[in-house]
């Protein structure tokens, strides 16, 4: 009841006059703000422009960047997997290597690309290393079975397609976003 009463108050108010626009007297100089009388303008500095795109060579560095990911992961699964060949692993050494091995490439190649000057969407990248590195997983145990070799396989087939897909999707989508800043 009380806000009622306020908008009712309040509508019953003129509304308050506008103020007199002042305007200078018709033979009063014209001075810029900026410039002090008989100051001369200073042109702007020269900005170099923007280094030439080179997606080519992006590309190409992400993939082996990718590809170097590909093999740290392999590092990793079989320090992590084979105990050094003193025990038997607890789980499947093949996934785990695909999954590593996945993220590193993609995480690599990312790296790499957006220190080259490029953009894009990690998730996309992400997603094709998996199917490529998935893929690769399913190839090695019908090469060869023995546990060592089906990650060495694993990665020897997976990694470089991997990465080139995660790079080229990199690439293409870097564009998408038009002119956001990049980290």
Known sequence: MLSLVLALSLLQTPPPEPAPELTPPPDAPVV???LMPGEVPQPLPYRTPPPP?????RVLLST????????????????LTT????????????FANMALGALLVTGATFAVHQLL???????LPFLASLAVMFAASLIAPVIDS?????QLLTT????????????????ATSHMGGTRARW
Not at 53 to 57: F, L, M, N, Y
Not at 64 to 79: F, K
Not at 156 to 171: E, K, Q, T
Request: with cysteine; hydrophobic share 50%.
């Open 53 to 57: 795109d080179q997606p080519v060579r």
């Open 83 to 94: 105990c050094f060949g003193s025990c038997i692993s607890k789980f499947d050494s093949n």
């Open 117 to 123: 000057g490029g953009g894009g969407e990690i998730t």
């Open 146 to 150: 023995t546990t060592p070799n089906v």
């Open 32 to 34: 810029a703000p900026d």
């Open 156 to 171: 020897a087939i997976g990694a470089v397609p991997a990465a080139l897909a995660a790079a080229l999707i990199l690439d």
């Open 64 to 79: 082996a960047a990718g590809a170097a990911g590909g093999a740290a992961a392999l590092g990793i699964s079989l320090a």
